[in-house]
């Protein structure tokens, strides 16, 4: 505003405009640090997610809510030293209260604290503000984000194939003495899941049906927290976009030829 007020002195311009842009500097370099501190911070906690056990201690704190040490032993099907250790490397992500849980004895409570989820987001607009040196740092640890995530999905999908598995051969089985009706477990907590091929037309269309979507999940979710009951949280809506042309050019033996038609 200062460049429209004409009839300040011209020095005097040239001064504030030149402390204008040391502040942006400042400030740039103050949103860098934070920016990598929330990124390495998504990073280790999505990477101490590569454990099985640790990933179905947070699966079940998301579910749960709120569970006591021994019920989150119970229902991980490990001790209470094993699962008070794997509790300890949450100790930034994970609430303690002493307030008792009814049905149980423990004085202790764990549940995920309140913002967790945007704790672990990453904004790409927050970028657009940083100097370009910084955008090129920040760009690594945004990188190693999708690939975190991208695990972390994976390891859940590995469990789910190793459930599948274990339905598959003893549905196999002549006779089985656990008496568990296997068909019904399956359809009971079958995988809903759709696939489809775009084209650039039905992409347009599809961002439009996604955004009006987000729109109404965030809703839906916002509505679930105000909810004083606390009813379980047992299921999982995964909404991806994958750009399928390009990916599918990729060849590990000829890296940088994929890379140059990108």
């Given at each position: ?41 998504r990073i280790h906690t999505l990477s101490l997610l590569n454990d099985l056990t640790r990933l179905r201690l947070i699966l079940l704190l998301i ?100 459930i599948y598995k274990v339905i598959d051969d003893s549905s196999l089985m002549e006779k089985s003495d656990s008496g568990v009706n296997y068909r ?79």
């Amino acid at each position: 505003m200062l460049l429209f007020k004409i009839f300040n002195n011209y020095y005097y311009i040239i001064i504030q405009i030149i402390m204008n842009e040391m502040n942006s500097d400042i400030k740039a370099g103050k949103d860098s640090k934070a920016l990598k501190d929330k990124y390495k911070q998504r990073i280790h906690t999505l990477s101490l997610l590569n454990d099985l056990t640790r990933l179905r201690l947070i699966l079940l704190l998301i579910v749960f809510r709120k569970l006591s040490l021994t019920e989150l032993s119970t229902l991980l099907g490990r001790v209470k030293s094993t699962t008070s250790h794997h509790l300890k490397k949450f100790d930034d992500i994970i609430k303690i209260s002493t307030k008792k849980k009814r049905g149980t004895t423990d004085s202790n409570i764990y549940e995920l604290i309140p913002d967790l989820l945007e704790k672990l987001s990453v904004n790409f607009e927050d970028l657009e503000n940083l100097q370009k040196k910084e955008n090129r740092e920040l760009f690594h640890y945004v990188i190693q984000n999708d690939i975190t995530f991208f695990q972390l999905i994976i390891n859940i999908f590995d469990l789910i194939n190793q459930i599948y598995k274990v339905i598959d051969d003893s549905s196999l089985m002549e006779k089985s003495d656990s008496g568990v009706n296997y068909r019904n477990v399956y359809l009971d907590n079958r995988i809903k899941y759709n696939a489809w091929f775009l084209t650039e037309k039905g992409k347009k269309s599809y961002d439009k049906l996604v955004k009006e979507f987000n729109q109404k999940m965030r809703e839906i979710i916002l509505q679930d927290e105000l909810n004083k009951e606390e009813d379980l949280r047992s299921y999982l809506v995964l909404n991806t976009f994958i750009p399928l042309e390009k990916i599918i050019q990729f060849d590990p033996s000829s890296v940088f030829k994929f890379f140059s038609i990108m």
